[in-house]
């Protein structure tokens, strides 16, 4: 069965950086688009990058020029790179990707404060 497992969350100043990974199993990754987004307390899942199959990347407003979206095929892993963060970016992420529905992964914490 698809699997989507988040890690690489933590505590970080602002302007620090974080690298989230996500392993993926139970289907062909190098096929399939996937994607980050992330909740912040009281608010709703917000989209924040995603990448193609074939390594175009696309990001939401407020992340652009901060994060970067890269995969791995090979290691059915994509990731996150997070620079210059944010208080703002405080949220859990979450990994997905879909295939006739979507799935998620469990999430991973990120804190953004001094």
């Known amino acids: 069965q698809v699997q989507l497992v988040e890690s690489g969350g933590g505590l970080v100043q602002p302007g620090g950086s974080l690298r989230l990974s996500c392993a993926a199993s139970?289907?062909?990754?190098?096929?399939?688009?996937m994607s980050w987004y992330r909740q912040a307390p009281g608010k709703e899942r917000e989209y924040v990058a995603k990448?193609?199959?074939?390594?175009?990347?696309n990001y939401a407003d407020s992340v652009k020029g901060r994060f970067t979206i890269s995969r791995d095929n090979a290691k059915n892993t994509v990731y996150l790179q997070m620079n210059s963060l944010k208080p703002e970016d405080t949220a859990v992420y979450y990994c997905n990707t879909f295939m006739f529905r979507q799935f998620w992964g469990q999430g991973t914490q990120v804190t953004v404060s001094s």
């Open positions: 990448i193609s199959s074939g390594g175009t990347t």
């Open positions: 139970g289907f062909t990754f190098r096929g399939y688009y």
